[in-house]
């Protein structure tokens, strides 16, 4: 049986850099652009056949291109980077996500990555708040990011996705509330919905110029308030028919980013591109986890090499061993935040032993406090835990009680 595999691509390029960002990008560079794609393009053949010769055939199920701004790239790169991904046998629900900026949308970019391939795209859209899109170094401003949005609803014939960041400086309730009646309102948008949306709490990085600035106190930055309004954007998305399938991901019915789901459900997948991870799980559940070292010239120059002076050994990556009890671990990490949780027998199959019996018991405590649900399928037997929308909000504590139990 041919293995599923998921596949990400990181283009690391930007016209300028965001203050709250913490993605390896960098504005400039340009000129290493057409460079990179044709490293990029021979690093995706040389992990993909090492993958075959490791694990056996495979098909792609999903394909993400993300950054940085993988929009900067010409017709001609998403093309040349589309024709190699496309030569390997996909799945006939492949996803194919490709991550754009509001102010680089075009008809004439929507025509490239459909015949390109691509049936999702995802939109940064992150506020509707001039004040915020200024406060943040963003380049779009309000009326660019609807532009965007309807021109994807009435021309674009794949599926969309956009994120949201709470939190953000300048971010009132009512500035946000008003961005998300726009995000989800047919009248706003034309004829089509937005059916997935990323709707994310500002995590403060203090490498960030956005960091440094709420760290040393130069720019005011609330917590509390921060939490309460990712709460009250949560309960209107739900309230308007999108589901809340993982903590910050809301989606209609059938929406899902099935890409994610490949990191929250323990299945493999390749990272490539400057500063790109990969992880693949060997039988015992074990696992291997790649990450390309962040620097695009000796990206480039490594890869610019002929194939057969590429070896294991001198790859520009750090490369991590992911031992069992790490990975049973990473197991509930990952799965708790997706609402269908995990399941028994998945485990089971995975590192070869049932949950044990302290962490049994340490979700049992979590359903007496409503914070887990744990439900037996009369016909299978098999046991999933899930957690409720109030113990999502308790997920790292929850983690830190199953960490201390394996």
Same mark, same amino acid.
């Given at each position: 049986m041919e293995k599923e595999l998921s596949l990400y691509l990181h283009i690391p390029f930007c016209l300028s850099k965001c203050s709250y960002c913490d993605f390896f990008s960098c504005p400039g560079f340009l000129s290493q652009l057409q460079p990179y794609v044709d490293s990029l393009c021979r690093e995706i053949k040389y992990r993909l056949q090492k993958y075959e010769e490791q694990k056996g055939s495979f098909i792609l199920k999903t394909i993400y291109i993300g950054g940085g701004t993988p929009s900067l790239l010409s017709k001609y790169q998403i093309n040349?980077?589309?024709?190699?991904?496309? *030569?390997?046998?996909?799945a006939k629900a $492949?996803?194919?996500?490709? %991550?754009?900026?509001?102010? =680089?949308?075009?008809?004439? @970019?929507?025509?490239?990555?459909?015949?390109?391939?691509?049936?999702?795209?995802?939109?940064?859209?992150?506020?509707?708040?001039?004040?915020v899109l200024?406060?943040?170094?963003?380049?779009?401003?309000?009326?660019?990011?609807?532009?965007?949005?309807?021109?994807?609803?009435?021309?674009?014939?794949?599926?969309? *996705?956009a994120d949201l960041i709470c939190g $953000?400086?300048?971010?009132? %309730?009512?500035?946000?509330? =008003?961005?998300?009646?726009? @995000?989800?309102?047919?009248?706003?948008?034309?004829?089509?919905?937005v059916p997935h949306i990323s709707f994310y709490s500002l995590c403060v990085e203090e490498e960030t110029p956005l960091g440094k600035a709420i760290l040393s106190g130069?720019?005011?930055?609330?917590?509390?308030?921060?939490?309460?309004?990712?709460?009250?954007g949560r309960d209107f998305l739900i309230q308007?028919?999108?589901?809340?399938?993982?903590?910050?991901?809301?989606?209609l019915p059938d929406y899902e980013c099935a890409h994610n789901m490949t990191y929250w459900t323990h299945k493999d997948y390749i990272g490539c591109g400057a500063g790109a991870a990969g992880t693949v799980y060997n039988e015992d559940g074990t696992?291997?986890?790649?990450?390309?070292?962040?620097d695009i010239r000796l990206y480039n120059e490594f890869w610019s090499t002929k194939d057969t002076e590429i070896n294991l050994h001198n790859l520009p990556q750090k490369l991590e061993k992911i031992d069992k009890k790490t990975s049973e671990f990473e197991f509930f990490m990952m799965g708790l935040r997706v609402s269908r949780g995990v399941f028994e027998s998945d485990y089971k199959k995975i590192f070869g032993h049932p949950v044990n019996e302290k962490i049994v018991q340490s979700f049992i405590k979590m359903q007496e406090k409503g914070e887990c649900n744990i439900t037996r399928n009369d016909?299978?037997?098999?046991?999933?835990?899930?957690?409720?929308a109030r113990g999502m909000l308790f997920l790292n504590r929850i983690l830190e009680e199953i960490s201390m139990e394996l």
């Open positions: 040349q980077i589309s024709s190699v991904v496309l *030569s390997y046998k996909t $492949l996803e194919y996500t490709f %991550e754009v900026n509001p102010d =680089d949308i075009t008809p004439e @970019l929507l025509d490239v990555l459909e015949a390109c391939g691509v049936n999702r795209i995802s939109c940064g859209v992150q506020s509707f708040s001039n004040t200024k406060s943040i170094q963003r380049r779009a401003d309000s009326t660019q990011v609807m532009s965007a949005l309807n021109l994807l609803s009435n021309r674009w014939n794949g599926t969309v *996705s $953000l400086p300048g971010e009132t %309730e009512q500035s946000l509330m =008003d961005g998300l009646k726009k @995000l989800v309102s047919l009248d706003t948008l034309g004829p089509k919905r130069k720019q005011e930055y609330n917590q509390d308030f921060c939490d309460e309004l990712w709460i009250k308007n028919g999108y589901k809340q399938y993982e903590i910050s991901n809301f989606c696992a291997e986890r790649t990450e390309n070292l962040k016909k299978t037997g098999d046991i999933n835990y899930s957690l409720t």
